[in-house]
């Protein structure tokens, strides 16, 4: 089945440090990939996408490019600010039935920034 | 102005009762899920629906009963509940014909079942 491998946290770090969460994904086929960003007490917000090999999906200084070779969708950040302290998600989706997708997640990594 | 809601936010019950979880999106798409994250942090797909016709149903008790009206509603209906349903639930939605396919979640609904 389709799985979502991401590194466990929690991630300390200071402000402005740089920032990595690796994620790796087995499927059967092309995925669509996400980062979902969950703030404390709050749902889940899309924080950036790639749709097919090579893409690079780019949001609030976070940035991932879609490896199919490597099948990875790293999420990275130059500078970190005490505002992105929160858990991060990397999933996939494929189409079902042609109604709807079905999103599978990793299981979440905790970062957490220092003033 | 709301992209997807859920009521209520937080919901205490006991053992063996039902509860009902309802959620609403204004999106304008036309399909819907329930996801369930436990305590730590594992979110897993329920159900979805496609213009109130169910299309994922994952393995699910069937005292978990999902309910669509309309297209832009999906409620989450729970029979005899157990400690084990505790855990926070997410209503999200999607447009089929968007290529993304990315999914807008609501803020959840803790449920803690004594």
């Known amino acids: 089945g389709n799985s979502v491998t991401q590194m466990e946290g929690p991630v300390t770090l200071s402000e402005e440090a740089f920032l990595t969460i690796n994620c790796t994904y087995t499927?059967?086929?092309?995925?669509?990939l996400f980062w979902y960003v969950q703030y404390p007490g709050e749902g889940l917000q899309l924080l950036l996408k790639a749709t097919k090999a090579d893409d690079k999906g780019s949001n609030k200084g976070f940035e991932a490019t879609y490896r199919k070779e490597t099948t990875s969708f790293h999420l990275e950040k130059g500078s970190v600010q005490v505002s992105d302290s929160a858990v991060y998600f990397c999933?996939?989706?494929?189409?079902?039935?042609?109604?709807?997708?079905?999103?599978?997640f990793g299981g979440g990594t905790r970062v957490l920034v220092k003033p | 102005d709301t992209a997807v809601s859920q009521t209520p936010k937080y919901l205490v019950t006991q053992m063996g009762n039902d509860k009902s979880i309802k959620c609403e999106q204004n999106?304008?798409?036309?399909?819907m899920y329930w996801y369930k994250q436990d305590s730590k942090k594992f979110l897993k797909i329920m159900f979805s629906y496609n213009n109130k016709e169910l299309i994922i149903n994952e393995t699910v008790p069937n005292r978990f009963s999902p309910k669509s009206p309309d297209k832009a509603h999906l409620n989450l209906h729970i029979n005899s509940l157990e400690l084990g349903d505790s855990a926070v639930y997410f209503c999200?939605?999607?447009?089929?014909?968007?290529?993304?396919?990315?999914?807008?979640f609501g803020p959840g609904t803790r449920l803690t079942v004594l």
């Open positions: 999933a996939l989706s494929f189409r079902i039935k042609a109604a709807g997708n079905k999103l599978t």
């Open positions: 999200a939605s999607s447009q089929t014909t968007s290529g993304g396919g990315e999914q807008f």
């Open positions: 999106l304008g798409h036309d399909t």
């Open positions: 499927a059967t086929g092309y995925p669509s």
